[in-house]
């Protein structure tokens, strides 16, 4: 527990990071370092009252995580405080949490001031430390050799995401709000030329680190380190063809236009809600050794691609006394494995048949058919009955009883928020939940879902055996990420727009079925 939560601080961090040090890039290269005269521009306000909270944010989310840091090493630990202050890390962190209160003080400051003058060294500087230090708490600091090169690598790769995908925050926060100086069309085209160097500056950064972390196709594909750069690629080319499509979008802009076109507005929109997501995923990446310094347990491409071999569903489910429901802390068993296939492979029949009628009312075939979220009614009762086969119904522990248990509780909260979340969709759908802000919970929940699939690592020690459960989810959360966006789409769009991210969403939500179905731990 302790490390999902120190990830999904990293997490935090990161995007506080890209927010604080993407405003400042964005306030000296796209709005200009001279305020204009006159009246304070209510943009400029906006802007550093972000940049004020992306870096709280830093500064909270590193300190939680020395905190979590110091309570994981426990109090019977042969270690001092003094000790510990000794470490790069926690050096590191805190220049880092130093450095962001002093950007927030900073930005706070500059709110209020019609010309900066030497508030832009204090902006600048803080800025500056903020984006190298988080290069110092990660894997870079620890290698013993070509320490210098990883690190300067590092600190690219980081500054240059804060200037784009942070400088996509204050770019819908500025261009996409009010027509304030200066006009749009030249805001959108000085961020777009900014943008090119950045995305430049992160992939240089990024084939470095990878060149060195992931020593070849093996490592590429046998390790989780691995298979989650091969997923933040892939998560990267789609950014590339929003981005690039709305790089062309922008140079085809008359120069006295005043507004962007909408379709450009909800394409920089998915842009950053993807952006956001990349920055948990490296905060996953964090949490694992380097692929190339796992070499014993480190998967083959054969037994990686059985796990992707397709193969027919077995829908029988082993009897719960072969199960060792009194010991939860057992070894796994061939029973719980066949267990959870079942498990696996009833629900992707659920989530099939959501995706197929969500098809065929894309089609506009069949109105009836968008009825559809019902089914998760059904997903949640086999889940109240299958997620733990040692407690009510099937086991011997009672309801109160296994109520008690962390897991189990867990698992009953999602069965109540499937449930909700079924009966809410449904509401939407036909026309019940009129709300526009109601219609984008869905593909709010499937975007944040997919994330925390990727985010989430079972091979935190890369053991053979929880990576090779761990590889199936990668897909499962890319699938997550298209069915959210792409349905976001569906709703930002105009109707003559729409219908193509309709059936993308729909199509994804069907093949989340399928890999469900195919899903296998044997």
């Known amino acids: 527990m302790a490390a999902f939560l120190d990830v999904i601080l990293r997490g935090l961090a990161l995007s506080g990071q890209a927010i604080a040090v993407g405003g400042v890039v964005f306030a000296l290269l796209v709005l200009g370092p001279a305020v204009p005269s006159g009246a304070l521009p209510k943009v400029w306000r906006r802007l550093w009252t972000l940049v004020a909270l992306g870096a709280s944010g830093v500064a909270i989310a590193q300190a939680a995580s020395l905190g979590i840091l110091v309570a994981a090493l426990g109090g019977e630990a042969t270690w001092s405080l003094r000790e510990l202050a000794a470490t790069i890390y926690v050096q590191a962190s805190l220049v880092r949490i130093l450095a962001a209160a002093g950007l927030a003080v900073a930005a706070v400051a500059a709110r209020d001031r019609g010309r900066l003058g030497g508030w832009w060294g204090l902006l600048l500087g803080t800025a500056l430390i903020v984006g190298v230090s988080g290069a110092w708490t990660s894997h870079s600091a620890a290698r013993l050799e070509h320490r210098g090169v990883l690190m300067a690598l590092d600190a690219l790769h980081q500054l240059a995401a804060a200037a784009w995908i942070g400088g996509l925050v204050h770019l819908v926060a500025t261009a996409f709000s009010r027509r304030d100086e200066p006009r749009p069309v030249a805001l959108l085209r000085r961020f777009s030329s900014l943008a090119m160097v950045a995305v430049t500056a992160l992939v240089i950064g990024g084939v470095g680190l990878t060149l060195v972390y992931v020593d070849g196709v093996s490592a590429a594909l046998g390790t989780a380190y691995g298979i989650m750069v091969l997923t933040k690629i892939v998560m990267l080319a789609g950014l590339l063809v929003l981005g690039f499509a709305n790089f062309r979008t922008v140079r085809g802009l008359p120069e006295t236009s005043g507004v962007s076109p909408l379709r450009f507005r909800r394409f920089v929109e998915v842009e950053l809600g993807l952006g956001l997501t990349v920055f948990f995923a490296a905060a996953s990446l964090s949490s694992l050794p380097p692929a190339v ?79 559809w979220p019902l089914v998760f009614l059904g997903l949640a009762a086999f889940m109240l009955v299958r997620n733990d086969p040692g407690a009510w119904p099937l086991g011997p522990q009672g309801f109160w009883a296994s109520m008690a248990e962390a897991t189990v509780l867990q698992h009953r909260f999602f069965v109540v928020l499937v449930i909700a979340f079924g009966i809410f969709e449904w509401m939407v759908r036909t026309g019940r939940l009129r709300s526009s802000s109601a219609a984008l919970v869905f593909p709010y929940l499937c975007a ?49 727009e729409s219908r193509v991210p309709g059936r993308v969403w729909a199509s994804a939500l069907t093949v989340f079925g399928v890999l469900l179905l195919l899903y296998r731990e044997s």
Do not use: C
């Open 293 to 371: 310094d796992v070499v014993a347990d480190r998967a083959t491409p054969s037994e990686v691609a059985t796990r992707f071999t397709p193969r027919w569903p077995a829908l029988k489910s082993p009897p719960i006394d072969q199960l060792p429901v009194d010991d939860p802390a057992a070894p796994r068993t061939d029973a719980d494995r066949a267990w959870s296939e079942y498990n696996h492979h009833v629900s992707g029949l659920f989530v099939l048949l959501m995706g197929t009628l969500a098809v065929l009312h894309a089609t506009g075939l069949a109105r009836w058919a968008r009825h």
């Open 448 to 496: 944040v879902g997919g994330g925390m699939l990727l985010t989430h690592s079972h091979a935190s020690l890369n053991l053979k055996s929880e990576f090779l459960l761990e590889v199936t989810h990668a897909p499962l959360g890319v699938l997550g990420l298209i069915i959210g966006w792409a349905r976001w789409l569906e709703l930002r769009l105009p109707d003559s």
